[in-house]
Nanobody
């Protein structure tokens, strides 16, 4: 499966952004999806994951209550709605795909290219 992320940009602290990740190549609903991020000088970290039908979701503690992952299987797209953004959310955000939510949150099978999110203070 090929993944194409978009929607990043520059936003002030407290602002909002919605990231999108469009998939192509194979049946999108066969994959659990996730978002990861990598800040400068830091390791890539898991941010949010969603099961194949969107029933189960999981988040890293630092984004709970501010970020929402959701998907539209009819559009083969997964989204990350981000509100109340903080400067520490600044990172390159990557979408990823895997066979189930347990696996995609740790060792995804597929990665998209990143999209830069910059939050100014």
């Amino acid at each position: 499966v090929q993944l194409q992320a978009s929607g990043g940009g520059l936003v002030q602290a407290g602002g909002s952004l919605r990231l999108s990740c469009a998939a192509s190549g194979r049946t999108f609903s066969s994959y659990a999806m996730a978002w990861f991020r990598q800040a400068p000088g830091k390791e890539r970290e898991f941010v949010a994951g969603i099961s194949r039908q969107g029933i189960s979701k999981t988040y890293v503690d630092s984004v709970k209550g501010r970020f929402t992952i959701f998907r539209d299987n009819s559009k083969s797209t997964v989204y990350l709605q981000m509100i109340s953004l903080k400067p520490e959310d600044t990172a390159v955000y990557y979408c990823a795909a895997g066979p189930n939510i347990a696996g995609v949150t740790s060792t995804p099978d597929y990665w998209g290219q990143g999209t830069q999110v910059t939050v100014s203070s």
